[in-house]
Protein backbone atom coordinates (compact mmCIF):
# COMPACT_ATOMS: atom_id res chain seq x y z
CA UNK A 1 0.00 0.00 0.00
CA UNK A 2 1.01 3.69 -0.93
CA UNK A 3 1.99 5.34 2.62
CA UNK A 4 1.85 8.94 1.09
CA UNK A 5 -1.46 8.12 -0.36
CA UNK A 6 -4.40 9.51 0.86
CA UNK A 7 -7.16 7.57 1.19
CA UNK A 8 -10.97 7.96 3.23
CA UNK A 9 -11.79 5.06 5.34
CA UNK A 10 -14.80 4.38 6.78
CA UNK A 11 -15.19 3.24 10.14
CA UNK A 12 -17.91 1.33 11.39
CA UNK A 13 -19.32 1.37 14.95
CA UNK A 14 -17.60 -1.58 16.25
CA UNK A 15 -14.26 0.00 15.21
CA UNK A 16 -15.73 3.20 17.19
CA UNK A 17 -15.52 0.86 20.29
CA UNK A 18 -12.21 -1.00 19.94
CA UNK A 19 -10.77 3.18 19.28
CA UNK A 20 -12.39 4.44 22.60
CA UNK A 21 -10.76 1.24 24.71
CA UNK A 22 -7.69 1.77 23.30
CA UNK A 23 -7.61 5.45 24.48
CA UNK A 24 -8.93 4.74 27.72
CA UNK A 25 -6.28 1.93 28.41
CA UNK A 26 -3.70 4.84 27.38
CA UNK A 27 -5.17 7.34 29.53
CA UNK A 28 -5.11 4.79 32.53
CA UNK A 29 -1.61 3.72 31.49
CA UNK A 30 -0.57 7.37 32.07
CA UNK A 31 -2.51 8.34 35.37
CA UNK A 32 -0.62 5.00 36.61
CA UNK A 33 2.77 5.76 35.80
CA UNK A 34 1.65 9.57 37.18
CA UNK A 35 0.80 7.91 40.49
CA UNK A 36 3.90 5.44 40.60
CA UNK A 37 5.98 8.37 40.21
CA UNK A 38 4.27 9.51 43.09
CA UNK A 39 4.70 6.43 45.01
CA UNK A 40 8.30 6.09 44.16
CA UNK A 41 9.22 9.55 44.95
CA UNK A 42 7.26 9.37 48.02
CA UNK A 43 9.14 5.96 49.04
CA UNK A 44 12.24 8.40 48.62
CA UNK A 45 11.52 11.06 50.72
CA UNK A 46 10.13 8.38 53.39
CA UNK A 47 13.74 7.18 52.88
CA UNK A 48 15.21 10.30 53.31
CA UNK A 49 13.30 11.17 56.64
CA UNK A 50 14.20 7.90 58.20
CA UNK A 51 18.18 8.17 57.23
CA UNK A 52 18.08 11.93 58.44
CA UNK A 53 16.00 10.56 61.76
CA UNK A 54 18.70 7.90 62.00
CA UNK A 55 21.70 10.24 61.98
CA UNK A 56 19.71 12.70 64.28
CA UNK A 57 19.55 10.09 67.02
CA UNK A 58 23.78 9.19 66.44
CA UNK A 59 24.43 12.92 66.50
CA UNK A 60 25.10 13.62 62.95
CA UNK A 61 23.68 16.53 60.78
CA UNK A 62 20.97 15.95 59.35
CA UNK A 63 17.87 18.30 58.34
CA UNK A 64 15.12 16.31 60.07
CA UNK A 65 12.01 17.88 60.90
CA UNK A 66 9.48 16.72 63.84
CA UNK A 67 5.94 15.95 62.41
CA UNK A 68 3.30 18.54 62.49
CA UNK A 69 0.54 17.39 65.35
CA UNK A 70 -0.59 20.95 65.37
CA UNK A 71 -4.32 19.68 63.91
CA UNK A 72 -3.99 16.56 66.78
CA UNK A 73 -3.11 19.11 69.34
CA UNK A 74 -6.07 21.51 68.84
CA UNK A 75 -8.40 18.57 68.80
CA UNK A 76 -7.17 16.84 71.97
CA UNK A 77 -7.62 20.74 73.44
CA UNK A 78 -11.13 20.82 72.29
CA UNK A 79 -11.72 17.69 74.07
CA UNK A 80 -9.87 18.76 77.13
CA UNK A 81 -11.96 21.71 76.90
CA UNK A 82 -15.18 19.63 76.96
CA UNK A 83 -13.83 17.85 79.62
CA UNK A 84 -12.08 20.48 82.01
CA UNK A 85 -15.55 21.89 82.27
CA UNK A 86 -17.10 18.79 83.46
CA UNK A 87 -13.90 18.00 85.74
CA UNK A 88 -13.92 22.19 86.62
CA UNK A 89 -17.78 21.07 87.75
CA UNK A 90 -17.12 17.96 89.62
CA UNK A 91 -14.12 20.55 91.33
CA UNK A 92 -16.42 22.91 92.33
CA UNK A 93 -18.80 20.67 94.13
CA UNK A 94 -15.34 18.23 95.26
CA UNK A 95 -14.69 21.92 96.93
CA UNK A 96 -17.84 23.14 98.04
CA UNK A 97 -17.86 19.41 99.77
CA UNK A 98 -14.65 20.54 101.55
CA UNK A 99 -15.27 23.33 102.74
CA UNK A 100 -18.60 22.15 104.40
CA UNK A 101 -16.24 19.36 106.19
CA UNK A 102 -14.21 22.12 107.10
CA UNK A 103 -17.09 24.38 108.22
CA UNK A 104 -18.74 21.44 110.43
CA UNK A 105 -15.46 20.71 112.46
CA UNK A 106 -15.26 24.72 113.05
CA UNK A 107 -18.97 24.99 114.21
CA UNK A 108 -18.99 21.86 116.32
CA UNK A 109 -15.57 23.76 118.11
CA UNK A 110 -16.92 27.14 118.32
CA UNK A 111 -20.29 25.61 119.84
CA UNK A 112 -17.86 23.53 122.91
CA UNK A 113 -16.37 26.56 123.81
CA UNK A 114 -19.43 28.72 123.68
CA UNK A 115 -20.77 25.85 126.30
CA UNK A 116 -17.70 25.83 128.19
CA UNK A 117 -17.53 29.22 128.99
CA UNK A 118 -21.45 29.54 130.04
CA UNK A 119 -21.11 26.24 132.25
CA UNK A 120 -17.55 27.78 133.67
CA UNK A 121 -19.80 30.59 134.51
CA UNK A 122 -22.17 29.08 135.83
CA UNK A 123 -20.09 26.66 137.78
CA UNK A 124 -18.12 30.05 139.02
CA UNK A 125 -21.04 30.86 141.41
CA UNK A 126 -21.17 27.86 143.43
CA UNK A 127 -19.98 28.13 147.03
CA UNK A 128 -16.95 25.54 147.89
CA UNK A 129 -16.68 24.95 151.26
CA UNK A 130 -14.74 27.04 153.53
CA UNK A 131 -10.86 26.60 155.39
CA UNK A 132 -10.82 23.56 157.28
CA UNK A 133 -13.85 21.86 156.31
CA UNK A 134 -13.22 20.77 152.74
CA UNK A 135 -14.34 17.37 151.91
CA UNK A 136 -12.27 15.31 149.44
CA UNK A 137 -14.30 12.55 147.32
CA UNK A 138 -13.33 8.86 148.43
CA UNK A 139 -14.64 6.86 145.63
CA UNK A 140 -14.37 7.21 141.91
CA UNK A 141 -15.85 8.84 139.98
CA UNK A 142 -16.53 6.40 137.16
CA UNK A 143 -19.37 4.03 137.20
CA UNK A 144 -18.43 0.29 135.87
CA UNK A 145 -20.89 -2.75 134.97
CA UNK A 146 -20.20 -5.11 136.87
CA UNK A 147 -17.38 -5.08 139.85
CA UNK A 148 -17.15 -8.06 143.29
CA UNK A 149 -15.56 -6.28 146.41
CA UNK A 150 -15.18 -8.26 149.32
CA UNK A 151 -15.75 -5.76 152.12
CA UNK A 152 -15.37 -8.58 154.86
CA UNK A 153 -17.68 -8.84 157.77
CA UNK A 154 -18.76 -6.02 160.62
CA UNK A 155 -19.92 -7.86 163.82
CA UNK A 156 -22.28 -6.59 166.06
CA UNK A 157 -21.43 -4.64 169.37
CA UNK A 158 -22.48 -4.62 173.09
CA UNK A 159 -21.89 -2.33 176.20
CA UNK A 160 -22.75 -1.95 179.37
CA UNK A 161 -25.67 0.95 178.39
CA UNK A 162 -27.22 1.99 175.34
CA UNK A 163 -24.80 5.00 175.51
CA UNK A 164 -21.80 2.17 175.45
CA UNK A 165 -23.38 0.55 172.47
CA UNK A 166 -23.87 4.03 170.63
CA UNK A 167 -19.77 5.18 170.85
CA UNK A 168 -18.75 1.15 170.09
CA UNK A 169 -20.54 1.40 167.13
CA UNK A 170 -19.58 4.69 165.83
CA UNK A 171 -15.85 3.22 166.66
CA UNK A 172 -16.08 -0.06 165.16
CA UNK A 173 -13.35 -0.57 162.37
CA UNK A 174 -13.97 -3.99 161.53
CA UNK A 175 -14.29 -3.75 157.57
CA UNK A 176 -14.30 -0.79 155.30
CA UNK A 177 -17.77 1.29 154.47
CA UNK A 178 -19.56 -0.21 152.15
CA UNK A 179 -19.76 1.47 148.32
CA UNK A 180 -20.04 0.87 144.73
CA UNK A 181 -18.85 2.30 141.62
CA UNK A 182 -22.20 2.17 139.86
CA UNK A 183 -23.87 4.29 142.71
CA UNK A 184 -23.34 7.65 143.83
CA UNK A 185 -24.39 8.70 147.11
CA UNK A 186 -25.26 12.60 147.55
CA UNK A 187 -26.15 14.17 150.87
CA UNK A 188 -28.34 17.01 150.46
CA UNK A 189 -28.17 18.97 153.39
CA UNK A 190 -31.23 21.85 154.65
CA UNK A 191 -30.18 24.31 156.59
CA UNK A 192 -32.63 26.17 159.28
CA UNK A 193 -30.54 29.37 159.46
CA UNK A 194 -31.87 32.23 157.27
CA UNK A 195 -29.04 33.30 155.13
CA UNK A 196 -29.82 37.06 155.53
CA UNK A 197 -29.20 37.11 159.10
CA UNK A 198 -25.61 36.45 159.25
CA UNK A 199 -22.22 35.65 157.10
CA UNK A 200 -23.17 33.18 154.13
CA UNK A 201 -20.13 30.88 155.44
CA UNK A 202 -21.42 30.60 159.19
CA UNK A 203 -25.04 30.03 157.70
CA UNK A 204 -24.15 27.13 156.01
CA UNK A 205 -21.22 25.44 157.80
CA UNK A 206 -21.94 26.39 161.01
CA UNK A 207 -25.91 25.68 161.78
CA UNK A 208 -28.22 23.18 162.75
CA UNK A 209 -29.40 20.83 159.82
CA UNK A 210 -33.30 20.41 159.67
CA UNK A 211 -32.93 18.11 156.48
CA UNK A 212 -31.25 15.52 155.68
CA UNK A 213 -31.66 13.38 152.64
CA UNK A 214 -28.87 10.81 150.74
CA UNK A 215 -29.67 11.30 147.14
CA UNK A 216 -28.75 7.97 145.49
CA UNK A 217 -28.43 7.33 142.36
CA UNK A 218 -28.15 3.54 140.79
CA UNK A 219 -26.60 2.71 137.33
CA UNK A 220 -27.38 -0.77 137.69
CA UNK A 221 -31.28 -0.79 138.50
CA UNK A 222 -31.83 2.65 137.17
CA UNK A 223 -33.63 4.01 140.22
CA UNK A 224 -33.21 6.84 142.37
CA UNK A 225 -33.59 6.40 146.08
CA UNK A 226 -34.82 9.80 148.27
CA UNK A 227 -33.87 8.26 151.95
CA UNK A 228 -34.56 10.54 154.49
CA UNK A 229 -32.52 10.73 158.36
CA UNK A 230 -34.14 10.83 161.37
CA UNK A 231 -32.81 14.49 162.21
CA UNK A 232 -33.34 13.21 165.97
CA UNK A 233 -31.70 10.28 165.83
CA UNK A 234 -29.49 10.16 169.05
CA UNK A 235 -25.50 9.43 168.56
CA UNK A 236 -22.15 9.53 169.30
CA UNK A 237 -20.08 12.72 168.11
CA UNK A 238 -16.12 11.06 167.93
CA UNK A 239 -14.02 13.98 167.94
CA UNK A 240 -15.95 15.45 170.56
CA UNK A 241 -16.71 12.42 172.97
CA UNK A 242 -19.92 13.78 173.18
CA UNK A 243 -23.56 12.55 172.37
CA UNK A 244 -25.82 14.39 170.75
CA UNK A 245 -28.84 14.21 167.71
CA UNK A 246 -27.52 13.97 163.94
CA UNK A 247 -28.82 17.63 163.37
CA UNK A 248 -26.31 19.27 166.04
CA UNK A 249 -23.38 17.59 164.04
CA UNK A 250 -22.95 20.19 161.41
CA UNK A 251 -22.82 22.87 163.65
CA UNK A 252 -20.55 20.98 165.55
CA UNK A 253 -17.39 20.40 162.54
CA UNK A 254 -19.94 21.67 159.53
CA UNK A 255 -21.15 19.68 156.63
CA UNK A 256 -18.30 17.21 155.84
CA UNK A 257 -18.19 16.30 159.83
CA UNK A 258 -21.79 15.46 158.97
CA UNK A 259 -21.06 13.29 156.57
CA UNK A 260 -18.34 11.64 158.17
CA UNK A 261 -20.92 10.87 160.96
CA UNK A 262 -23.51 9.60 159.03
CA UNK A 263 -20.79 7.43 157.18
CA UNK A 264 -19.62 6.12 160.60
CA UNK A 265 -23.25 5.27 161.65
CA UNK A 266 -24.91 3.57 158.37
CA UNK A 267 -21.51 1.99 157.19
CA UNK A 268 -21.48 3.67 153.98
CA UNK A 269 -19.88 5.93 151.72
CA UNK A 270 -21.05 9.27 150.62
CA UNK A 271 -19.34 10.89 147.52
CA UNK A 272 -20.18 14.49 148.61
CA UNK A 273 -22.67 16.95 149.84
CA UNK A 274 -25.14 19.41 148.65
CA UNK A 275 -26.07 22.00 151.35
CA UNK A 276 -28.49 24.78 150.92
CA UNK A 277 -30.62 27.24 153.38
CA UNK A 278 -34.40 27.51 153.01
CA UNK A 279 -34.03 30.91 151.69
CA UNK A 280 -32.70 28.99 148.21
CA UNK A 281 -35.17 26.18 148.88
CA UNK A 282 -38.16 28.39 148.51
CA UNK A 283 -36.89 30.39 145.56
CA UNK A 284 -36.23 27.24 143.73
CA UNK A 285 -39.83 26.43 144.04
CA UNK A 286 -41.38 29.38 142.84
CA UNK A 287 -39.33 29.31 139.71
CA UNK A 288 -40.59 26.01 138.98
CA UNK A 289 -43.65 27.50 139.99
CA UNK A 290 -44.55 25.74 142.80
CA UNK A 291 -45.07 22.22 143.47
CA UNK A 292 -47.99 19.70 144.00
CA UNK A 293 -48.42 17.53 147.03
CA UNK A 294 -50.96 15.92 149.19
CA UNK A 295 -51.59 18.10 152.42
CA UNK A 296 -53.89 17.22 155.18
CA UNK A 297 -56.76 19.51 156.70
CA UNK A 298 -54.93 19.37 160.12
CA UNK A 299 -51.98 21.03 158.22
CA UNK A 300 -53.48 23.22 156.26
CA UNK A 301 -55.37 24.84 158.61
CA UNK A 302 -52.49 25.22 161.22
CA UNK A 303 -50.29 27.02 158.72
CA UNK A 304 -52.76 28.77 156.66
CA UNK A 305 -51.88 26.98 153.32
CA UNK A 306 -54.02 25.39 151.00
CA UNK A 307 -55.04 21.69 152.12
CA UNK A 308 -56.40 18.76 150.03
CA UNK A 309 -55.23 15.91 147.28
CA UNK A 310 -53.10 17.33 144.40
CA UNK A 311 -52.79 21.15 145.86
CA UNK A 312 -50.05 23.18 144.27
CA UNK A 313 -47.96 25.39 147.01
CA UNK A 314 -45.75 28.01 146.32
CA UNK A 315 -42.24 28.38 148.23
CA UNK A 316 -43.20 29.67 151.30
CA UNK A 317 -46.29 26.94 151.82
CA UNK A 318 -43.97 24.75 150.60
CA UNK A 319 -41.60 25.42 153.63
CA UNK A 320 -44.16 25.18 155.88
CA UNK A 321 -45.19 22.20 155.04
CA UNK A 322 -42.02 20.56 155.27
CA UNK A 323 -41.55 21.96 158.76
CA UNK A 324 -44.33 21.33 160.07
CA UNK A 325 -44.45 17.65 162.62
CA UNK A 326 -46.84 18.72 165.86
CA UNK A 327 -50.13 18.18 163.50
CA UNK A 328 -48.80 14.80 163.03
CA UNK A 329 -48.92 11.72 165.73
CA UNK A 330 -45.70 10.22 164.50
CA UNK A 331 -44.35 13.58 164.38
CA UNK A 332 -40.48 13.43 162.31
CA UNK A 333 -41.52 10.64 160.61
CA UNK A 334 -44.38 12.12 158.54
CA UNK A 335 -42.31 14.89 158.31
CA UNK A 336 -39.57 13.63 156.64
CA UNK A 337 -41.99 11.88 154.25
CA UNK A 338 -43.78 15.71 153.54
CA UNK A 339 -40.20 16.54 152.29
CA UNK A 340 -39.77 13.83 150.13
CA UNK A 341 -43.13 14.30 148.72
CA UNK A 342 -41.55 18.40 148.18
CA UNK A 343 -38.35 16.62 146.12
CA UNK A 344 -40.24 14.17 144.28
CA UNK A 345 -42.42 16.99 142.96
CA UNK A 346 -39.85 19.67 142.01
CA UNK A 347 -38.39 16.53 139.92
CA UNK A 348 -41.39 15.93 137.85
CA UNK A 349 -41.40 20.16 137.81
CA UNK A 350 -37.47 20.25 136.68
CA UNK A 351 -38.52 17.90 134.28
CA UNK A 352 -40.87 19.82 132.21
CA UNK A 353 -39.96 23.58 132.97
CA UNK A 354 -38.84 25.48 130.08
CA UNK A 355 -34.77 26.37 129.21
CA UNK A 356 -35.74 29.95 130.79
CA UNK A 357 -36.79 28.20 134.00
CA UNK A 358 -33.73 25.66 134.00
CA UNK A 359 -31.68 28.55 133.07
CA UNK A 360 -32.82 30.87 136.40
CA UNK A 361 -32.92 27.21 138.60
CA UNK A 362 -29.85 26.81 137.71
CA UNK A 363 -28.47 30.21 138.88
CA UNK A 364 -30.32 30.56 141.97
CA UNK A 365 -28.90 26.88 143.23
CA UNK A 366 -25.36 27.69 142.13
CA UNK A 367 -25.13 31.06 143.51
CA UNK A 368 -26.76 29.24 146.97
CA UNK A 369 -25.65 26.26 147.41
CA UNK A 370 -22.40 24.75 149.60
CA UNK A 371 -21.08 21.46 147.89
CA UNK A 372 -17.76 19.63 147.99
CA UNK A 373 -18.08 18.42 144.64
CA UNK A 374 -15.55 20.50 142.45
CA UNK A 375 -16.34 22.05 138.88
CA UNK A 376 -14.82 18.92 136.67
CA UNK A 377 -16.81 16.50 138.95
CA UNK A 378 -19.96 18.80 138.82
CA UNK A 379 -19.41 18.53 134.56
CA UNK A 380 -19.00 14.66 134.78
CA UNK A 381 -22.05 14.01 136.81
CA UNK A 382 -23.77 16.38 134.36
CA UNK A 383 -22.99 14.40 131.83
CA UNK A 384 -23.86 11.10 133.05
CA UNK A 385 -27.47 12.63 134.24
CA UNK A 386 -27.93 13.47 130.43
CA UNK A 387 -26.45 10.40 128.22
CA UNK A 388 -28.02 8.13 130.80
CA UNK A 389 -30.97 9.47 131.26
CA UNK A 390 -31.20 10.04 134.79
CA UNK A 391 -34.37 12.01 134.45
CA UNK A 392 -36.15 8.59 133.39
CA UNK A 393 -35.16 6.73 136.43
CA UNK A 394 -37.66 5.41 139.08
CA UNK A 395 -37.79 7.37 142.04
CA UNK A 396 -38.43 5.50 145.71
CA UNK A 397 -38.66 6.89 149.23
CA UNK A 398 -37.44 5.80 152.18
CA UNK A 399 -36.98 6.91 155.65
CA UNK A 400 -34.15 5.82 158.34
CA UNK A 401 -33.75 4.60 160.34
CA UNK A 402 -36.94 2.26 160.01
CA UNK A 403 -39.66 1.93 162.25
CA UNK A 404 -38.04 -1.77 163.45
CA UNK A 405 -34.53 0.26 164.58
CA UNK A 406 -35.92 3.11 166.22
CA UNK A 407 -37.66 4.09 169.63
CA UNK A 408 -38.75 7.86 170.52
CA UNK A 409 -37.75 8.68 174.01
CA UNK A 410 -38.56 11.58 176.19
CA UNK A 411 -36.30 12.77 178.49
CA UNK A 412 -35.04 15.99 178.91
CA UNK A 413 -35.03 16.32 175.08
CA UNK A 414 -36.83 13.72 172.81
CA UNK A 415 -34.58 11.87 170.69
CA UNK A 416 -34.72 8.73 168.73
CA UNK A 417 -32.69 5.82 170.15
CA UNK A 418 -31.42 3.93 167.62
CA UNK A 419 -30.30 0.16 166.77
CA UNK A 420 -27.74 1.20 165.01
CA UNK A 421 -26.22 -2.33 163.77
CA UNK A 422 -29.76 -2.83 162.05
CA UNK A 423 -30.57 0.13 160.65
CA UNK A 424 -27.24 0.38 158.64
CA UNK A 425 -27.88 -3.49 157.40
CA UNK A 426 -31.07 -2.15 156.32
CA UNK A 427 -29.61 0.72 154.73
CA UNK A 428 -27.09 -1.07 153.34
CA UNK A 429 -29.45 -3.11 151.76
CA UNK A 430 -31.71 -0.19 150.49
CA UNK A 431 -28.78 1.06 148.72
CA UNK A 432 -27.00 -1.59 147.25
CA UNK A 433 -29.03 -4.65 147.68
CA UNK A 434 -26.85 -6.91 149.91
CA UNK A 435 -25.11 -6.21 153.44
CA UNK A 436 -21.84 -6.90 155.06
CA UNK A 437 -23.22 -6.39 158.52
CA UNK A 438 -23.70 -10.31 161.12
CA UNK A 439 -26.33 -10.19 163.54
CA UNK A 440 -27.41 -12.81 165.65
CA UNK A 441 -30.92 -13.50 166.72
CA UNK A 442 -31.85 -12.30 170.71
CA UNK A 443 -29.51 -9.21 169.97
CA UNK A 444 -28.95 -7.10 172.99
CA UNK A 445 -29.32 -3.54 171.26
CA UNK A 446 -29.60 0.42 172.54
CA UNK A 447 -33.29 0.08 172.09
CA UNK A 448 -33.28 -2.99 174.73
CA UNK A 449 -30.83 -2.07 177.63
CA UNK A 450 -33.11 1.24 177.41
CA UNK A 451 -36.15 -0.90 177.90
CA UNK A 452 -37.94 0.30 175.08
CA UNK A 453 -39.46 -1.47 172.39
CA UNK A 454 -40.10 -1.21 168.60
CA UNK A 455 -42.44 -1.76 165.96
CA UNK A 456 -43.18 -3.64 162.40
CA UNK A 457 -41.26 -2.01 159.59
CA UNK A 458 -43.99 -1.05 156.78
CA UNK A 459 -41.51 0.43 154.64
CA UNK A 460 -42.47 4.29 155.46
Same mark, same amino acid.
Given at each position: ??????????? @????????? $????? =????????????? #????????????????????????????????? =?????????????????????????? /????????????????????????????????? $?????????????????????? =????????????????????????????????????????????????????????????????????????????????? +?? +????????? /???????? !????? %??????????? /???? +????? #????????????????????????? @???? &????? *? %? @????? %?? #??????????????? *?????????????? &????????? @????????????????? /????? &??????????????????????????? !??? !?????????????????????? !?? *?????????????????? &????????
Amino acid at each position: MDMNKREDLEL @NPEDLEELD $EAEIC =ETELDSDDESSKD #FFSSETENEEEEANFKNAIRGKNASFEEPDFSD =EDEQLENEEDVESGESTSLNKKKKSK /KKLLLIIPALLIVSVIIIAVYVNNKLNRIQLPG $EGLDYTLNTDESFIDDETIDFG =EIDDVTGNSYKDILKNWALTTDAPKMYDKNVLNVLLIGSDASSKSKKRADVMENGNTDVMMIVSVNKKDRTIKLISIMRDS +YL +YLKGYDKFA /KLNAACAN !GGPAY %LVDVIEDSYKI /KIDG +YVMVD #FDTFVQCIDILGGVTVDVPQSVGVK @NDIP &YGNGV *T %L @NGEQA %LL #FCRERYAYADADVSR *TRNQRMVIYSLIEK &YNEASLTKI @NNLIDTILANVHTSFRK /KEIVN &YMTKALTDGWANYTVTQRTMPTADARY !GYS !GSAWIWVIDYPLAAQKMQNEIY !GT *TNIKLEENRVTAITVMGG &YVTEDKGN
